[in-house]
């Protein structure tokens, strides 16, 4: 299968549309019917059956079978190509994209990459043009908040575009028969949220769950804490911004919630988090629609769960109203041997029909990045998200005003080296330092930004 990848860039360029029948003038024309939700795939031509790669994080297995269904009906109307899903951690997704080029075995497309890794490989030169799937779809239709992060200063092009515009940070479920029950108000607040924890640990059930694990979800949730404390990671001229007083009572809030929050949380990550609420273990965690969708399979609590948006410092004492976005990003490697067949592949996931029953596979925790899917009958008579109507909405509301640490708020610059600090764990090892280590905050604080600096200017 390797063979099939293996091709120069010059001559990838060469023969991208030689041999697949797929010409840019029909690529753009089977983009537009997608655009209006009605096109089947577009036939590719070629008596050879080719084997092509789609890499994902998404795989539960209400997403596994989605994924099956659709690129099963691709290769129907394609009869020569045939495509191998491969589900990876997202921290297997660069070392693993590594060794593939290294093989001359890159992917045909990946999905649900961070938008700061998909920025990293971009000024490596790995991507290719997401430009006419872009455009074929309507860039108009695509949410603000997202196509900011994938446009090319230079070219004014686009290396990759958000397949889904959701945070798994923002929202905090919460038992609403635990906080009935202890007579316990739902926090707005971090003062709030601490006395809530402390109240309802009890009966060997913690208050909440505060995952600090060296991993993906450890780093975003800190990050977005410090963010609610009014910090930053980098000021908008892109200086280091890490060593400051809000990032120290960043870390005194971590301090002060950890407590209450399950004994193996330093190595906690997305799933842990979820099995914890899920199983009954703690009373609040932090997380997308997915628990809503997992807490049906628990009869005893699946219908005594909420959300809230996730507490933060008051405004009067500095804090911001803010949270982490996700953005995960669709991008087509340009050493991908078939550049057509796998822009081709992208239309077909965004295909109206194909979209909306992958965002169904789990109600709530991937949200629509076109704005015409959003607001699509077919995706919000979905029964789950019906039921939930009120927790749906806080869950939209808690994404349209997230940030990503591209670019941390709206005057700052692009930071390139947002993948590479995210990449390092730097953000959560400042936690690691004061809960593990007993480093005063102020010190992990002045650790972390030299850390910073280094990356910076690396």
Same mark, same amino acid.
């Given at each position: 299968?390797?063979?099939?990848?293996?091709?120069?860039?010059?001559?990838?360029?060469?023969?991208?549309?030689?041999?697949?029948?797929?010409?840019?003038?029909?690529?753009? +024309?089977?983009? +537009?019917?997608?655009?209006?939700?009605?096109?089947?795939?577009?036939?590719?031509?070629?008596?050879?059956?080719?084997?092509?790669?789609?890499?994902?994080?998404?795989?539960?297995?209400?997403?596994?079978?989605?994924?099956?269904?659709?690129?099963?009906?691709?290769?129907?109307?394609?009869?020569?190509?045939?495509?191998?899903?491969?589900?990876?951690?997202?921290?297997?997704?660069?070392?693993?994209?590594?060794?593939? @080029?290294? *093989?001359?075995?890159?992917?045909?497309?990946?999905?649900?990459?961070?938008?700061?890794?998909?920025?990293?490989?971009?000024?490596?030169?790995? @991507?290719?043009?997401?430009?006419?799937?872009?455009?074929?779809?309507?860039?108009?239709?695509?949410?603000?908040?997202?196509?900011?992060?994938?446009?090319?200063?230079?070219?004014?092009?686009?290396?990759?575009?958000?397949?889904?515009?959701?945070?798994?940070?923002?929202?905090?479920?919460?038992?609403?028969?635990? /906080?009935?029950?202890?007579?316990?108000?739902?926090?707005?607040?971090?003062?709030?949220?601490?006395? *809530?924890?402390?109240?309802?640990?009890?009966?060997?059930?913690?208050?909440?769950?505060?995952?600090?694990?060296?991993?993906?979800?450890?780093?975003?949730?800190?990050?977005?804490?410090?963010?609610?404390?009014?910090?930053?990671?980098?000021?908008?001229?892109?200086? !280091?911004? /890490?060593?400051?007083?809000?990032?120290?009572?960043?870390?005194?809030?971590?301090?002060?919630?950890?407590?209450?929050?399950? %004994?193996?949380?330093?190595?906690?990550?997305?799933?842990?988090?979820?099995?914890?609420? !899920?199983?009954?273990?703690?009373? $609040?965690?932090?997380?997308?629609?997915?628990? $809503?969708?997992?807490?049906?399979?628990?009869?005893?609590?699946?219908?005594?769960? +909420?959300?809230?948006?996730?507490?933060?410092?008051?405004?009067? #004492?500095?804090?911001?109203?803010? /949270? !982490?976005?996700?953005? %995960?990003?669709?991008?087509?490697?340009? +050493?991908?041997?078939?550049?057509?067949?796998?822009?081709? $592949?992208?239309?077909?996931? @965004?295909?109206?029909?194909?979209?909306?029953?992958?965002?169904?596979?789990?109600?709530?925790?991937?949200?629509?990045?076109?704005?015409?899917?959003?607001?699509?009958?077919?995706?919000?008579? #979905?029964?789950?998200?019906?039921?939930?109507?009120?927790?749906?909405?806080?869950?939209?509301?808690?994404?349209?005003?997230?940030?990503?640490?591209?670019?941390?708020?709206?005057?700052?610059?692009?930071?390139?080296?947002?993948?590479?600090?995210?990449?390092?764990?730097?953000?959560?090892?400042? !936690?690691?330092?004061?809960?593990?280590?007993?480093?005063?905050?102020?010190?992990?604080?002045?650790?972390?930004?030299?850390?910073? *600096? *280094?990356?910076?200017?690396?």
């Amino acid at each position: 299968m390797a063979n099939e990848y293996c091709s120069s860039e010059k001559n990838s360029k060469n023969r991208v549309l030689k041999g697949s029948g797929l010409s840019r003038r029909s690529l753009l +024309a089977t983009a +537009a019917a997608a655009a209006a939700g009605v096109v089947a795939a577009p036939h590719i031509a070629g008596a050879q059956v080719k084997t092509l790669a789609f890499w994902t994080t998404q795989r539960g297995p209400t997403q596994v079978k989605v994924y099956e269904e659709v690129w099963a009906e691709f290769s129907k109307q394609n009869p020569n190509i045939k495509i191998e899903t491969q589900y990876l951690t997202e921290e297997e997704y660069l070392p693993k994209l590594t060794s593939a @080029l290294a *093989a001359n075995a890159a992917p045909a497309l990946m999905s649900h990459i961070p938008p700061e890794f998909a920025l990293v490989l971009r000024d490596r030169g790995i @991507l290719g043009s997401m430009d006419e799937v872009i455009k074929g779809i309507g860039e108009s239709d695509f949410y603000e908040n997202s196509l900011e992060l994938h446009k090319d200063p230079q070219s004014g092009g686009y290396f990759s575009l958000s397949i889904v515009n959701s945070t798994t940070t923002g929202p905090l479920w919460y038992r609403k028969d635990l /906080f009935s029950a202890s007579g316990v108000q739902v926090p707005k607040s971090w003062p709030e949220l601490i006395a *809530a924890s402390k109240a309802l640990t009890k009966g060997g059930i913690f208050g909440n769950v505060y995952p600090f694990g060296k991993t993906s979800m450890g780093d975003k949730l800190f990050l977005q804490t410090i963010w609610q404390a009014g910090g930053s990671i980098c000021n908008p001229d892109l200086s !280091v911004a /890490f060593n400051s007083q809000q990032v120290v009572r960043a870390l005194e809030f971590v301090k002060e919630v950890i407590p209450f929050s399950p %004994q193996a949380s330093g190595t906690y990550s997305y799933t842990e988090v979820i099995n914890a609420f !899920v199983q009954g273990r703690v009373a $609040m965690a932090p997380y997308s629609g997915r628990i $809503m969708v997992n807490a049906q399979e628990n009869a005893r609590i699946r219908d005594e769960i +909420a959300v809230m948006p996730y507490p933060t410092l008051a405004e009067k #004492d500095g804090g911001r109203d803010v /949270f !982490v976005a996700d953005f %995960q990003s669709l991008v087509i490697p340009k +050493a991908a041997a078939d550049q057509a067949a796998s822009r081709a $592949m992208a239309m077909w996931l @965004l295909k109206k029909e194909n979209y909306i029953k992958f965002l169904l596979s789990v109600p709530g925790h991937n949200l629509p990045n076109l704005k015409s899917i959003s607001t699509a009958p077919e995706y919000l008579s #979905d029964p789950l998200l019906q039921k939930h109507k009120g927790d749906f909405e806080t869950l939209i509301k808690a994404t349209g005003i997230s940030r990503s640490m591209l670019k941390e708020t709206p005057q700052h610059k692009i930071n390139t080296k947002a993948g590479a600090i995210l990449n390092s764990r730097v953000i959560v090892e400042a !936690v690691h330092d004061v809960i593990i280590g007993n480093v005063s905050p102020k010190d992990a604080a002045a650790r972390g930004a030299d850390k910073i *600096a *280094a990356i910076m200017k690396g």
